[in-house]
């Protein structure tokens, strides 16, 4: 099935929103570890219609956080912090999904929900711009 370049955009970018919701889900249950890691697929998700939006794909998951600053942050068309937000997200995911006796908490967690809602909020508006 061909799948037009907007409606893969909007897709990727509704699983980012959905995935969103799944994580607060998640920290309402107290599932730190699964919320960190939904997220960090949050962000991803949007980072790859943000990616795809503008004729960019990338082939792994490092291969999207460096693409988006490269693109995106080093040019200064995202700032800095959220650059942070996504590399802290994706550094958290790993320990929390292949670290060994390594869990999150509450405090780790819950402060990283706005960050991210800003996130989609700024990749949407770029989203939007073309």
């Known amino acids: 099935m061909k799948v037009n370049r907007s409606d893969y955009i909007n897709f990727r970018f509704k699983r980012a929103e959905e995935t969103l919701i799944d994580a607060k889900y998640l920290i309402e249950k107290g599932s730190w570890n699964s919320a960190i890691n939904r997220l960090y697929y949050s962000c991803f998700y949007a980072a790859l219609a943000l990616l795809i939006q503008n004729d960019t794909e990338a082939k ?25 937000i996504y590399s802290d997200l994706f550094d958290f995911r790993q320990k929390g999904d292949y670290g060994d006796f390594f869990d999150f908490d509450a405090e780790k967690v819950i402060p990283f929900v706005p ?6 909020t700024l990749v949407k508006v770029l989203i939007n711009k073309d």
């Open 115 to 120: 960050k991210v809602e800003m996130f989609l």
């Open 60 to 84: 792994s998951h490092k291969g999207v956080r460096g693409l988006l600053g490269q693109k995106f942050i080093k040019p200064g068309i995202i700032p800095k912090e959220y650059g942070q």
